[in-house]
């Protein structure tokens, strides 16, 4: 395409290449394919099965890091931009519906129930204010729809507009709590140093930053106070250069009425240029809605810590044997033994391997070991939207554990589709990270994206249909060449809110 003044201004405002913009317009003419899978993991093959005899080893393993490794930096990682207009999609619907009562049965489960949120009482004084009187009597009165009205628009609490972080999801006697408040909470009782410092970054989007920071400057003291702890809260956006560029149906780039090209947010998988500017050894990464009440976080806490001390055990065994490799000084014995742990415990294989002289599988090892590792918490499924652990082929032949959504999967191919099927567990997103090599250096972060596992989206612009390039995901693609173990973790610690009325499961009460 022949770019105009205007277009090269564009683009140099967002920090995109002339070269980045090509390659994203060939990806609409290519496409992406499919990846390859080898199985579902499972219990009996790439996902591990904890006794509590080594839950407490591992329990152990996090405690002595956080105790004695003073130089070392953890840091729980939030994306936390996501607005909470999607959680009300149904409230909307009914503003919008030819009838004034509760009808359908969501409608009447939010209804019945509406005492039980944790925003009531604001709620009822939002509706005070608005029409003098409260929740209760305009219920009676058949004032339904002033209600929601009062919850999701502007001049009442504005809700169907605000980020979900900030949203009021627990009733505490001494206050209820935001999921802010809540991953805060989580920080101080398993990310937490030697000196009861508590690294807690989230993501934000830029209209919403200025509500992040005085929610956290209204309410963090209480929490250090209450906790015994100090928290360093940072925050930062998503990228303008990680925007992509949509295009119209015949791939020709999309014009806004203006002649501007047209670019939209990349997806959560452009998060991962905010987490490689994160300075730290150890993050923890989780969505801001996958919250619970104190009364509930038992298993929670508990098992974030498991998958924490599964990844510093494993990334000390695999330190040593890289400075083992580097010294050179290593027997053929050893180098065996290093290439069991890659396939046995970093679930890393390659068929290849029994071909190569010592020399080459020395060189393929440290390739291995020597690039960033996650563990992954796994729920058994549920039957949840979304994306599941699997074991699959990588570019360079090598079989490993990824996560994978249905769209970087060929359903039309009834033996791929069977295989996804199969799968027993569900991606709740729940990692643990670590973005150090053995020496101490930052590892690269975009160096380990696999680019070819983008796809496209059809969305719409002012009623013109248009195709949006999504990132490759934070979790799939964006790690896929990451050393990546799979640990099934109970289904207590998976409590995400999508829509209003989750908050009325147990979980949230």
């Given at each position: 395409?022949?770019?105009?003044?205007?277009?090269?201004?564009?683009?140099?405002?967002?920090?995109?290449?002339?070269?980045?913009?090509?390659?994203?317009?060939?990806?609409?003419?290519?496409?992406?394919?499919?990846?390859?899978?080898?199985?579902?993991?499972?219990?009996?093959?790439?996902?591990?099965?904890?006794?509590?005899?080594?839950?407490?080893?591992?329990?152990?393993?996090?405690?002595?890091?956080?105790?004695?490794?003073?130089?070392?930096?953890?840091?729980?990682?939030?994306?936390?931009?996501?607005?909470?207009?999607?959680?009300?999609?149904?409230?909307?619907?009914?503003?919008?519906?030819?009838?004034?009562?509760?009808?359908?049965?969501?409608?009447?489960?939010?209804?019945?129930?509406?005492?039980?949120?944790?925003?009531?009482?604001?709620?009822?004084?939002?509706?005070?204010?608005?029409?003098?009187?409260?929740?209760?009597?305009?219920?009676?009165?058949?004032?339904?729809?002033?209600?929601?009205?009062?919850?999701?628009?502007?001049?009442?609490?504005?809700?169907?507009?605000?980020?979900?972080?900030?949203?009021?999801?627990?009733?505490?006697?001494?206050?209820?709590?935001?999921?802010?408040?809540?991953?805060?909470?989580?920080?101080?009782?398993?990310?937490?140093?030697?000196?009861?410092?508590?690294?807690?970054?989230?993501?934000?989007?830029?209209?919403?930053?200025?509500?992040?920071?005085?929610?956290?400057?209204?309410?963090?003291?209480?929490?250090?106070?209450?906790?015994?702890?100090?928290?360093?809260?940072?925050?930062?956006?998503?990228?303008?250069?990680?925007?992509?560029?949509?295009?119209?149906?015949?791939?020709?780039?999309?014009?806004?009425?203006?002649?501007?090209?047209?670019?939209?947010?990349?997806?959560?998988?452009?998060?991962?240029?905010?987490?490689?500017?994160?300075?730290?050894?150890?993050?923890?990464?989780?969505?801001?809605?996958?919250?619970?009440?104190?009364?509930?976080?038992?298993?929670?806490?508990?098992?974030?810590?498991?998958?924490?001390?599964?990844?510093?055990?494993?990334?000390?065994?695999?330190?040593?044997?890289?400075?083992?490799?580097?010294?050179?000084?290593?027997?053929?014995?050893?180098?065996?033994?290093?290439?069991?742990?890659?396939?046995?415990?970093?679930?890393?294989?390659?068929?290849?391997?029994?071909?190569?002289?010592?020399?080459?599988?020395?060189?393929?090892?440290?390739?291995?070991?020597?690039?960033?590792?996650?563990?992954?918490?796994?729920?058994?499924?549920?039957?949840?939207?979304?994306?599941?652990?699997?074991?699959?082929?990588?570019?360079?032949?090598?079989?490993?554990?990824?996560?994978?959504?249905?769209?970087?999967?060929?359903?039309?191919?009834?033996?791929?589709?069977?295989?996804?099927?199969?799968?027993?567990?569900?991606?709740?997103?729940?990692?643990?990270?670590?973005?150090?090599?053995?020496?101490?250096?930052?590892?690269?972060?975009?160096?380990y994206v696999d680019k070819a596992t983008g796809f496209i989206s059809q969305k719409s612009k002012n009623g013109r249909e248009?195709?949006?390039?999504?990132?490759?995901?934070?979790?799939?693609?964006?790690?896929?060449?990451?050393?990546?173990?799979?640990?099934?973790?109970?289904?207590?610690?998976?409590?995400?809110?999508?829509?209003?009325?989750?908050?009325?499961?147990?979980?949230?009460?």
């Amino acid at each position: 395409m022949t770019l105009t003044q205007q277009d090269k201004d564009l683009l140099k405002k967002k920090g995109i290449s002339e070269g980045k913009l090509a390659e994203e317009l060939a990806c609409f003419e290519h496409g992406f394919p499919f990846l390859k899978l080898y199985a579902a993991a499972s219990v009996d093959n790439g996902i591990m099965k904890l006794s509590p005899n080594n839950q407490d080893a591992y329990l152990k393993a996090w405690d002595v890091y956080t105790s004695t490794m003073t130089d070392k930096r953890v840091v729980k990682f939030v994306p936390a931009s996501g607005a909470a207009s999607r959680m009300f999609k149904d409230l909307f619907a009914f503003l919008d519906a030819d009838y004034d009562a509760p009808t359908k049965a969501y409608e009447q489960k939010f209804f019945a129930d509406i005492r039980k949120f944790a925003f009531y009482d604001d709620l009822d004084n939002a509706c005070q204010r608005l029409y003098g009187k409260g929740i209760e009597a305009l219920i009676a009165e058949g004032s339904y729809k002033k209600v929601v009205a009062a919850l999701l628009k502007e001049e009442g609490l504005n809700y169907g507009n605000l980020p979900k972080g900030l949203l009021k999801f627990h009733s505490y006697e001494q206050g209820n709590r935001t999921p802010l408040e809540e991953h805060l909470v989580e920080g101080a009782l398993y990310a937490a140093n030697k000196s009861r410092k508590v690294s807690v970054h989230f993501t934000v989007s830029p209209q919403h930053r200025k509500l992040f920071v005085a929610k956290v400057a209204e309410k963090a003291d209480a929490y250090a106070d209450k906790y015994g702890v100090e928290y360093d809260i940072s925050f930062s956006e998503q990228k303008a250069s990680t925007d992509t560029i949509a295009v119209d149906i015949n791939n020709q780039p999309f014009r806004e009425e203006n002649g501007e090209l047209l670019f939209r947010p990349g997806g959560h998988g452009a998060l991962i240029e905010n987490l490689n500017d994160l300075d730290a050894d150890i993050v923890f990464i989780k969505n801001i809605d996958n919250v619970t009440s104190d009364r509930m976080k038992g298993d929670t806490v508990i098992y974030k810590k498991i998958l924490a001390g599964v990844l510093v055990t494993l990334q000390q065994q695999a330190f040593s044997y890289l400075q083992l490799l580097e010294s050179g000084k290593y027997t053929h014995d050893q180098v065996l033994n290093i290439l069991q742990f890659v396939q046995k415990q970093l679930f890393c294989k390659n068929p290849e391997t029994k071909n190569l002289e010592d020399s080459e599988l020395v060189v393929y090892l440290k390739k291995k070991l020597n690039r960033p590792m996650r563990v992954c918490g796994m729920v058994k499924n549920l039957g949840e939207p979304g994306g599941g652990p699997f074991l699959a082929y990588n570019p360079d032949g090598t079989i490993s554990s990824q996560i994978l959504e249905s769209s970087q999967i060929d359903m039309n191919d009834p033996e791929k589709k069977a295989l996804f099927e199969k799968g027993t567990h569900f991606n709740p997103v729940d990692l643990v990270c670590a973005i150090k090599d053995f020496k101490g250096n930052k590892f690269n972060l975009p160096n380990y994206v696999d680019k070819a596992t983008g796809f496209i989206s059809q969305k719409s612009k002012n009623g013109r249909e248009l195709k949006a390039l999504e990132l490759p995901g934070l979790w799939n693609g964006a790690m896929s060449d990451w050393n990546t173990i799979f640990v099934e973790v109970p289904v207590s610690t998976f409590n995400p809110v999508k829509v209003v009325n989750d908050l009325l499961r147990e979980a949230h009460q």
